[in-house]
């Protein structure tokens, strides 16, 4: 029972976001006119509170096993929490339900329940710290979005992809848990600190069984981040999905996601005092990874080029940027976890404004298709300056923080040594090919003929604020990416124990 | 071969035979009734290894849960060409190839592994499990109750059929 | 011979590699819903089996039950989704499912 009570203490961001969750599912039965502005207000109150409380843990630098080490809480965690609850909130804040047109007319009790729920779960993916919190905790975030995604009920695309989402997600986790359960077989114990000691000391005999094992546990994970071979459903679940379901999908599961990668092989496979990659002795993980990142970025970027719906081709894009972050995990160094926590922050700002302004343009033109921008610059001169600064920040030019987090990412790379100066260049070679397509958007929108007879686009106040809030977020971070680099450097700590 | 052997092979027969016709039966129904017996396998399997809390829920959850719902929703859709997802022919052979070698795989890893031999020598269950779920795995035991809120919240929300605003 | 716990591994095994196979071939939503049902279970007759002989505690057995929870939701969800499907799909001109395109 102390253990219990201990516990709660620091797990106030979640407990507020279950109270939320509880209270928005109470208020949307009660029923009565005011339901949805209850609703809204609800859920925007409890995941500031959360923000407030997990913004307190990182201040105070809270370090301990909750729950028996069901989870921890460390700087790390406590981080990726930042980032997963100001995705979220800056979603509920910014799309809501008048500036998205897919989203008119459905109901917004379970919208924002399935917000909070989805929060909740990506809280505590990222500081899992045993085997069942880890499937518990992934199988509930992609639950969630599985259902998020199957939001807009009568649009069959939504349906479909909703369906092989799930198939697909439900599929992957499967045959990760079936390598979870070989972990279990080969250490008999749940909980990750005890799993990396034994490890630590070795499996005797075969190491076969060690290697399927995580070779299926990398397939659950590549399938939450979207890494390839994954990543089939990305695509078509964000084209099906309402806008703003989009917008967070590819921010914060990802983000997730990456959160537990990061604890999984840094805390479990890898010893951070050795530095020793090769527990197991069989394989080289590092090269693994390695390749799945280079066929991530590169498959990511070539597929985008052609693409014409707005929201397909930033899908491939997310893909593509899974590939970069997936850099931050392989150099495996204090370095290589501070780049992957700096671009994920920088990711958000980046992806969220995109998606904000395909979702503006959806909104008053029907349209995500490329092919009807042209003529913005005219109609829409504000939303063509910030989807300038999102696109160029994506490309990662500077001195926009999308360049910021790129910097470090192939910094991170560059530090493991002249063996793998090769990796980076492809890095930076695929940024270069990713430029076109990020470019092209520009260029429709700026240059191309078209549309002259559309009348300008007249944006509400808050929507236009919301616009310069997150080009000034692209612009802004190079100007205090000393205290950022600092910031990322005190949240490397990982908790160790049980 | 004792009895315990004997009442072994029954059940992994069953089950692996059963999960045979799942993926092989040509109509809807018949596969659905397979995977009744295969989850009755399986739960055999569950008293065999001592697992008696475990064999219930599995009757109780897989076949008097998600089975019968498996089977409402084949009922209920009974145009089934309507939900295929290939329109191709997926060919069988890839399909064995892979399962086969996959097979291979893991039928490796079980021989070759030298498996820790702590052994638990089959006892009532449910008092332990029940410690653990209340002790050491109380925040699993309560984010499970999350997503089962959520899991209902959102299957309910997306057959209704009335428009709300 | 005494059944021992390479038994076990073996029957999971071999529902594993079925429910692969029924995911990679079947073309019909629901079946490829019982494929991943079978992989779950042989996912859990592993934990349940090491459990008994491998680790000796009953984590595994908890972490089964787990495993059931979670996949009771995840039908509930699918079949919600697949009934939906069938009632946008209920014209008379069936277009063809494209799902698994590109």
Sequence with gaps: ?498 | MTAVDYVFWVFAILTVGSAAVVVSARSLIYSAFALLFTFFGVAGLYVLLGADFLAAAQLLIYVGGILVLLLFGVMLTHKIYDLNLRTEKTQLLPGLIIATGLFIIVAAVAFKTQWPQAARLPAPTTHEIGRMFLGEYLLAFEAASVLLLVALIGAAMIVRRKKDA | MTTGLEHYLLVSGALLSLGILGLLTRRNAVNVLMSIELILNSANINLVAFSRYGAGNVNGQVFAVFVIVVAAAEVAVALAIVLTMYRLRRTPNLDDADILKG
């Excluded at chain 1, 209270?23 to 923000?51: E, P, Q």
């Design chain 1, 1 to 498: 029972m102390e253990e219990v009570l201990r516990s709660l203490a620091l797990f106030r961001p979640e407990t507020a976001l279950t109270i939320g969750l509880l209270l928005v599912v109470v208020a949307d039965s009660i029923g009565g006119t005011w339901r949805n502005a209850a609703v809204r207000v609800l859920s925007l109150a409890s995941l500031v509170a959360a923000l407030g409380f997990a913004a307190q843990l990182q201040a105070a630098g809270a370090e301990g096993s909750l729950f028996s080490g069901m989870i921890v809480v460390d700087p790390l965690g406590t981080f990726f929490k930042i980032i997963l609850i100001l995705a979220s909130l800056l979603v509920v804040a910014v799309f809501s339900f008048r500036n998205s047109r897919e989203l008119h007319g459905l109901g917004q009790g379970e919208f924002h329940a399935l917000i909070l729920g989805l929060t909740l779960s990506n809280l505590l993916l990222a500081a899992a710290n045993d085997l069942v919190m880890l499937y518990l905790s992934l199988e509930m975030v992609s639950i969630t979005s599985y259902v998020m995604v199957a939001y807009l009920k009568g649009d069959r695309m939504s349906n479909e992809a909703s369906l092989k989402y799930l198939l697909f997600g439900a599929a992957s986790t499967g045959a990760m848990v079936y390598g979870l359960s070989l972990l279990y077989g080969l250490t008999g114990t749940t909980s990750l600190p005890q799993v990396r000691d034994v490890l630590s000391t070795g499996i005797p005999g075969d190491q076969l069984g060690l290697f399927v094992a995580t070779l299926l546990i990398v397939a659950g994970f590549g399938f939450k981040i979207a890494a390839v071979p994954f990543h089939f459903w990305c695509p078509d679940v964000y084209q099906g999905a309402a806008t703003p379901v989009t917008a967070l999908l590819s921010v914060a599961p990802k983000a997730a996601g990456f959160g537990i990668v990061l604890r999984f092989f840094y805390g479990t496979y890898a010893l951070p005092v050795t530095g020793a990659w090769d527990l197991s002795g069989i394989m080289s993980w590092q090269g693994l990874l390695i390749l799945l990142s280079v066929l991530t970025m590169t498959l990511g970027n070539i597929a985008a080029l052609t693409q014409n719906d707005m929201k397909r081709l930033l899908a491939y894009s997310s893909i593509a940027h899974a590939g970069y972050i997936l850099m931050g995990v392989v150099a495996l160094s204090d370095a290589g976890a501070r780049s992957l926590l700096i671009y994920l922050l920088a990711y958000l700002f980046m992806n969220l404004g995109a998606f904000l302004v395909v979702t503006l343009v959806h909104l008053h033109d029907g349209t995500f298709d490329l092919r009807d921008y042209p003529g913005l610059y005219r109609r829409a001169p504000l939303l063509t300056l910030a989807m300038g600064f999102f696109m160029l920040s994506l490309v990662g030019i500077p001195p926009l923080v999308g360049f910021l987090g790129k910097l470090y990412v192939f910094g991170a790379v560059i530090n493991m040594g002249p063996g793998y100066y090769w990796y980076a260049t492809v890095g930076a070679l695929n940024a270069a090919i990713a430029g076109f397509y990020y470019l092209r958007v520009l260029k429709v929108m700026i240059i191309d003929e078209g549309n002259e007879d559309k009348p300008p686009l007249e944006l509400a106040f808050a929507d236009r604020a919301w616009l310069v809030l997150f080009a000034a977020a692209n612009l802004l971070p190079l100007l205090v990416w000393s205290r950022i680099d600092e910031w990322a450097k005190g949240a490397l700590t990982l908790y160790a124990g049980r």
